[in-house]
C-alpha cells in the first residue's frame, strides 16, 4: 500500500516538472506550513526508503527550507543507489536551481 500523502503533493499527470517544482517551493516559502498545516510530519515518509522515489524528491523539495533541513537531505542522499534520485537529493542539499531540479527529476521515474 502506497504511503498517505498531502493531496497537493504529487505531481498531476500534466503538469510540466518546472510547474510542479514552481508549485512546490511556493509551499516550502510557507516555512514550514501550508494553510497553517505544518508540513514537518512530511518528514518520516520521505525518509523511508519504501516511499515513491518521485514523492520522496518532492517531500524533500518541500522540507529543504534551511540549513539544517539541507543537510538532513544531503544525508538522505548517501543512502540512495539510484543515481538519478541520488542526483535529484543532492541538488535539492547544495541548493540547486528549479531548471537543474527539473532536467534531474525528468530522470526519476513517476511510481
Known amino acids: ?8 503533493l504529487p505531481r498531476s499527470g500534466d503538469e510540466r516538472v518546472s510547474t510542479w517544482i514552481q508549485r512546490l ?10 494553510r497553517g498545516t505544518d508540513i514537518r510530519h512530511l518528514w ?3 525518509e523511508d526508503p519504501s516511499s515513491p522515489q518521485e514523492l520522496r524528491c ?3 523539495l518541500v522540507l529543504a527550507t534551511n540549513d539544517e533541513a ?4 544531503r544525508t538522505i542522499a ?14 535539492i542539499a547544495d541548493g ?11 530522470r526519476v521515474g513517476r511510481n
Open 44 to 46: 518520516p515518509l520521505a
Open 25 to 34: 517551493r511556493a509551499k516550502s516559502a510557507a516555512g514550514g506550513s501550508y
Open 96 to 106: 540547486a536551481n528549479d531548471a537543474q531540479l527539473a532536467l534531474a527529476l525528468e
Open 70 to 73: 539541507r543537510e538532513r537531505v
Open 1 to 8: 500500500m502506497p504511503p498517505v500523502v498531502d493531496e497537493w
Open 78 to 91: 548517501t543512502q540512495i543507489v539510484d543515481p538519478d534520485v541520488r542526483a535529484v537529493l543532492d541538488g
Open 58 to 60: 518532492a517531500m524533500l
